[in-house]
């Protein structure tokens, strides 16, 4: 095993112009929201605005980690109350015969420590995912790229995002058959229609790890989803497909994830400035800080998935200080979250706020 890399604040470096890139992403992700929210008379997140499935778990820390992996939340062993959300990116709410890359936040609860600036009070560890190990763009300004894009479909017939996406659903499996990928061709409605429950989600963008540097990863493990892993939804006639297999796996046995990390052992080959590189997963494997049970319940049309879509919002700089967000993407997501849930509390009258105590399900 090679030796971690030690955290200090010198492993970021500020791209060119990055005060201006955030601000033009800010008006981006506005954009989007205004006009969604004009749209449909209440507003919703200006990306990952449709969700597919929302539930209450258990995360559960192992207790014999070695001195590498315990640090931050994962320093004391002990059972935290989560709620997960699965979604996919776009910020309006499409058929999802518009296929686009899914989308998991997790927020672990009742946990202690020196907090981020922006969730003072708060007690929450917020960590953002998607079904891929690593980011479509390498740093905010390529991001802001691709966001244009996205918005400038906002808004647009569905019809003709649905023969599109079918479109470059046959693209992505050409490449994908010769060994190859494209990471915009997904973005743009490329990506597969398979269960979302069958997939492994990662960070895709580093954090800090206590000590170290860290990718997360959110992979199944119990059968129920392991048996998903790349199975194909038919979406023909079923605007909401994707919420009703995540709805009928959930219900009937509920799932388990095993939480992991991927810690950095070389700035070079492993940056931190570039989230479109994989890091290599034999030179620092992602290894198992913790469990996450799900018990079977119902996924939406709850008082739980109500609070978490309408109420609460995900954020990475909602979090422990030992668990920072690293790097160019992250940095600019910092400012622009904040705007996307300000706007939606301010439009809807009902102010963002996060989750404490225990979950009410029903």
């Known amino acids: 095993m090679n030796t971690p890399v030690r955290f200090s604040d010198a492993v970021e470096k500020p791209i060119e112009n990055e005060e201006q890139v955030h601000r033009e992403l800010i008006d981006t992700m506005r954009s989007i929201t ?3 929210s004009a749209d449909y008379g209440r507003a919703v997140r200006s990306v990952h605005a449709k969700a597919h499935g929302i539930f209450a778990g258990r995360l559960t820390i192992a207790e014999t980690l070695p001195p590498e992996l315990a640090q931050g939340l994962f320093s004391t062993p002990g059972v935290h109350q989560v709620v997960m959300r699965i979604s996919t990116n ?3 709410i499409l058929d999802d015969a518009v296929s686009a890359p899914r989308g998991l936040a997790l927020k672990i609860l009742d946990v202690e420590g020196e907090r981020l600036p922006e969730s003072q009070g708060e007690t929450t560890q917020n960590i953002i995912m998607v079904n891929a190990p690593a980011f479509a763009a390498p740093d905010a300004k390529a991001f802001l790229s691709s966001l244009k894009q996205l918005a400038a479909t906002t808004d647009k017939a569905e019809w003709a995002k649905k023969l599109l996406s079918a479109t470059l659903r046959g693209v992505e499996s050409a490449l994908e058959a010769v060994g190859g990928k494209s ?3 997904s973005t743009m409605g490329g990506a597969p229609l398979t269960h979302p429950l069958g997939d492994s989600y990662y960070s895709q963008t580093p954090f800090r790890f206590g000590e170290h540097i860290a990718k997360f990863a959110l ?6 989803l392991t048996d998903l892993t790349g199975d194909k939804v038919n979406t023909s006639d079923r605007p909401d497909a994707l919420r009703e297999v995540i709805r009928e796996t959930i219900i009937d046995g509920g799932g388990t994830w095993e939480l992991r990390v991927q810690l950095n052992t070389d700035l070079d080959v492993m940056p931190i400035e570039d989230a479109s590189v994989e890091w290599d997963e034999e030179a620092s494997p992602y290894r198992t800080v913790g469990r996450i049970t799900v018990e079977p319940q119902l996924s939406f049309g709850t008082e739980l998935a109500g609070q978490i879509d309408d109420e609460t919002f995900f954020s990475p700089w909602h979090g422990l200080a030992a668990h920072r ?6 940095r600019a997501r910092r400012h622009a979250y904040e705007m996307s849930a300000e706007f ?3 439009f809807n009258g009902c102010p963002m706020h996060d989750l404490a105590g225990p979950l009410a399900r029903s």
Do not use: C, F, H, Y
Not at 219 to 224: A, I, K, L, Q, T
Not at 325 to 330: A, D, E, F, K
């Open 325 to 330: 967000p690293l790097g160019s993407v992250n």
């Open 90 to 92: 776009p910020g309006d």
């Open 219 to 224: 992979v199944p493990v119990s059968p129920n």
């Open 34 to 36: 205004e006009t969604t």
């Open 344 to 346: 939606r509390g301010k």
């Open 183 to 185: 990471a915009m061709i």
